[in-house]
């Protein structure tokens, strides 16, 4: 068991590749300043690589107060067992309450293999943060039961509380320019002959990947669409808005769309301006994907759907009824746009 009292602070594993932060650390140092804020702690950034000082401004500019930089040539390309090195030997000297991942490949892979190495706890893809100001216990929720109830979890013996949170679920602060902190420049006494894995080759993917997590609208279907036949209204729907395409897990597993499509717990996290729920019931599975849309528009032919108590605009109907008169509504109206630009008409 940790002595708790020795352990004070907040921080975030910046996560970088190729000389750019992830923007899932910097949406963690948003909600780590929260939480240090609430403590009365510092926020600070765990930056590792090789040379990237130079993005340690980044950092504090995002609400850092210290930035802990490893820099060195090892850390070119992220291994498990030199990022874990460099940050069991952080943790180890400057002793931080509770430290945050990103829930990306990179994130979970490196926080579970610190967990595991300083037997502490770790709570994965998290989408809520608390902290109790007076005892230091981060509350850490995520959906639990396959997305039936929401689970808060606590790490009351041991330090760090260390959560994985998942991409778009936090909001990044609005950055500082010229705000500055702290640099500490630590050094590990690691070579190559230390280290059991070797990069000898980066093969990059070049196949064309969805990316709905970037979308700024998206056109969901569920289950109340039937079948894939009657899934294919949501892609004429999104395509009369150049939107993109997103599913529920019960589309995807019935095997009407592909994964990459899904959005939930177990698939991505999006955060469009604009999001239309089609024959989407509102598990909380699916809402925690979604629910941080600008503004989120749902139809279904269930008026006790649970997705009318998360949504803004609500439609009760078929959407068979329904989508085909948007469809026609908006090509009408997109097309009257396109003839006043092209057109030359005022």
Known sequence: MSNLE???GVWVFIEQKEGKIAHVSLELLGAGRKLADKRGVPLAGILIGHQVKPLADEVFAYGADIVYL???????HYRTETFMRAVIHCVETYKPEIFLYGATS???DLASAVATDLATGLTADTTMLDVDADTGLLEASRPAFGGNIMATILCKKDRPQMATVRPKVMKALEPQKGRTGTLIEETLSLGEEDIRTKVLEIVRDTEKKVRIDEADIIVAGGKGLGSKEGFQLIHQFAEVLGASVGASRDAVEAGWIDHHHQVGQT???VTPKIYFAIGISGAIQHIVGMHNSGLIIAINKDP?????????????GDAFEIVPMLIEGFREALGKAEEVQYGGKV
């Open 6 to 8: 020795d352990y004070k």
């Open 70 to 76: 490893y820099d060195a040539p090892i850390f070119r």
């Open 106 to 108: 990179t994130g979970k």
């Open 267 to 269: 698939g991505v996290t």
């Open 304 to 316: 006790n759907a649970a997705i009318f108590q998360s949504c803004h605009y609500g439609i009760v």
